[in-house]
């Protein structure tokens, strides 16, 4: 335990970030009238706005191919967990996307998927600044 008395006084600075995006309305609308795999390239060529959660996390569509997908993050220390790390659940978030949408690719148009269970073996810790890729696929 600190030797001093610790408070918001003391803390320093305080830090921020803005986030910003459209209604997924939009894209939720259009997604029942396109493939999986027309649907990710809408989103990728900026046809329609990807899910609010990726601008929440900082996580970025990079490719689309059939059965497969891409997604990036560089995770900054606003993600940080109180043992000074990046949270876990942003690693999942990034690993779930990848992989659900390797397998949106696969499915036409007005099929729906989600996941149903997700297990993930953390080897090492991540932290801010280090970029993270996450391929699911073929």
Known sequence: MASEEVTPASWGPAS?????????????????????????RAMLAGTYPPPPIMAALGIALEAVEPGEAVFTCTPDD?????????????????????IGCAVHTTLSAGVAYTSIELKVSYLRPVHAGMALRARAGS
């Open 16 to 40: 921020s970030r803005t986030i910003s995006w459209h209604d997924p309305r939009l894209t939720a609308a259009a997604l029942p009238t396109l493939s999986g795999l027309e649907a990710l």
């Open 78 to 98: 606003s993600v940080y967990n109180p043992i000074g790390v990046v949270h876990g659940g942003l690693v999942c978030t990034l690993l779930d996307s990848a």
